[in-house]
Antibody, heavy 119, light 108 residues
Framework: EVQLVQSGAEVKKPGESLKISCKGS????????IIWVRQMPGKGLECMGIVYPGDSDIKYSPSFQGQVTISADKSISTAYLQWSSLKASDTAMYYC????????????WGQGTLVTVSS | DIQMTQSPSSLSASVGDRVTITCRASQSISNTLNWYQQKPGKAPKLLIY???SLQSGVPSRFSGSGSGTDFTLTISSLQPEDLATYYCQQSYSTFPYTFGQGTKLEIK
């Protein structure tokens, strides 16, 4: 069974750093792109970036380039999303999802990681 | 980036009704259009890929159509468990794969 399991909720202060994770199982993790998606409170879905664990190729959405860092470690089937200096506006739910073989759709999703940034 | 516009932003319908949600792309995207369902407090779920292909395990009352710039998601007979927000997403060409703004479906 394909599963993506994300790390738990985080509460941070502005200026702090953070790295959240997404661990895949039940499939060849290295062979499928992982997408990170942001959902701000009460808002819609936004694609942040995408990583191919097989060779760590990474593409960012222009809106998120320079704001976050995406990475992956295929040896432990885990993708990461990190911030070096959080802002209150980073408060959101973050999802990872697998880019499947059909029409580049996201066929499996993690449960989400809620990040709250507040002083 | 390719812009995706959904309509309506919200709608209310009764159990058994036929419901239609539309999605328009700012340029032609062939059939690279996907639909997702997000129930309250849950992660999104893939319903339809490549504009009209039903994802495995999704009830047959859901269907999709369209190509080019105009697409439709149809629920043939609305059920109580269909309460959710529905998103279209284009996956044409290179990243980012932009989403529509969502359509919130309420049950009367």
């Amino acid at each position: 069974e394909v599963q993506l399991v994300q790390s738990g909720a985080e509460v941070k202060k502005p200026g702090e750093s953070l790295k959240i994770s997404c661990k895949g199982s039940g499939y060849n993790f290295a062979s499928y792109w992982i997408i990170w998606v942001r959902q701000m409170p009460g808002k819609g879905l936004e694609c942040m970036g995408i990583v191919y664990p097989g060779d760590s190729d990474i593409k960012y959405s222009p809106s998120f380039q320079g704001q976050v860092t995406i990475s992956a470690d295929k040896s432990i089937s885990t993708a990461y999303l990190q911030w070096s200096s959080l802002k209150a506006s980073d408060t959101a739910m973050y999802y990872c999802a697998r880019r499947g073989p059909n029409s580049f759709s996201s066929d499996y999703w993690g449960q989400g990681t809620l990040v709250t940034v507040s002083s | 980036d390719i812009q995706m516009t959904q309509s309506p932003s919200s709608l209310s319908a009764s159990v058994g009704d036929r419901v239609t949600i539309t999605c328009r792309a700012s340029q032609s995207i062939s059939n690279t259009l996907n639909w997702y369902q997000q129930k309250p407090g849950k992660a999104p779920k893939l319903l339809i890929y490549a504009a009209s292909s039903l994802q495995s395990g999704v009830p047959s009352r859901f269907s999709g159509s369209g190509s080019g710039t105009d697409f439709t998601l149809t629920i043939s007979s609305l059920q109580p468990e269909d309460l959710a927000t529905y998103y279209c997403q284009q996956s044409y060409s290179t990243f980012p794969y932009t989403f529509g703004q969502g359509t919130k479906l309420e049950i009367k």
